[in-house]
């Protein structure tokens, strides 16, 4: 499966967006799909992952209750809304694809080429 993400942009803080990850092909709905993000100089690391009917998500300590996943599968997309952001949020994010639901990055098969999410305080 390829990716795409989009929705990235400049934000104050308090703020809100809501990223987009596009996926190709007609096995959206047997990948659960996961959002990464990679600040300067860090580790790329886990924000949040959903399962492949939706039923299921998980959330980092540091986004749960100000970020939320969704996904469409009648749209191969996956949504990632996040409110309440913070400069520390400031990222490069990610939307990848993994054969199960997992917090770990190597888990996952497919990648999005990231969308850039800057935070201004």
């Known amino acids: 499966v390829q990716l795409q993400a989009f929705g990235g942009g400049l934000v104050q803080a308090g703020g809100f967006l809501r990223l987009s990850c596009a996926a190709s092909?007609?096995?959206?709905?047997?990948?659960?799909m996961g959002w990464f993000r990679q600040a300067p100089g860090k580790e790329r690391e886990f924000v949040a992952y959903i399962s492949r009917s939706g039923g299921s998500t998980y959330y980092a300590d540091s986004v749960k209750g100000r970020f939320t996943i969704s996904r469409d599968n009648a749209k191969n997309t996956v949504y990632l809304q996040m409110n309440s952001l913070k400069p520390e949020d400031t990222a490069v994010y990610y939307c990848?694809?993994?054969?199960?639901?997992?917090?770990?990055?190597?888990?996952?098969?497919?990648w999005g080429q990231g969308t850039q999410v800057t935070v201004s305080s």
């Open positions: 990848a694809a993994s054969f199960t639901i997992t917090t770990t990055r190597s888990d996952y098969v497919s």
């Open positions: 092909g007609r096995t959206f709905s047997s990948y659960a």
